[in-house]
């Protein structure tokens, strides 16, 4: 399994934007399909975006679709979540993970093994 770290998260002003990046180590990314989840505050884990290992197709969550972009660099080993128009109700902790090498596209927060840490994202109104 390969190591994810988070980075990129902080404290915006609603309206604003952030991007966030996941750091892959221990093996490359090129044939896992990633993903990103957040936690918010008092609730459950939720999907946020999900892109497939070749990075032909990509899904949302509905309540950021429109508004947040992932993409990848396979050459880095980092995948990235654009969030722009930022809400107060997207505070919560973002994680990336990796799903399992060639794959099929999922959404489902299960069919990820690799987890990073996690970074917080704080909305102010």
């Known amino acids: 399994q390969v190591q994810l770290v988070e980075s990129g998260g902080g404290l915006v002003q609603a309206g604003g934007s952030l991007r966030l990046s996941c750091a892959a180590s221990?093996?490359?990314?090129?044939?896992?399909?990633m993903g990103w989840f957040r936690q918010p505050p008092g609730k459950e884990r939720e999907f946020v975006a999900t892109i497939s290992w070749r990075a032909a197709r990509t899904y949302y969550g509905d309540l950021v679709k429109g508004r947040f972009t992932i993409s990848r660099d396979n050459a880095k080993n980092t995948v990235y979540l654009q969030m722009n128009g930022l809400k107060p109700e997207d505070t919560a902790v973002y994680y990336c993970a990796a799903g399992r090498p060639f794959a099929a596209d999922t959404i489902t927060r299960s069919d990820f093994p690799s987890w990073g840490q996690g970074t917080q994202v704080t909305v102010s109104s």
């Open positions: 221990g093996g490359t990314i090129t044939s896992y399909p």
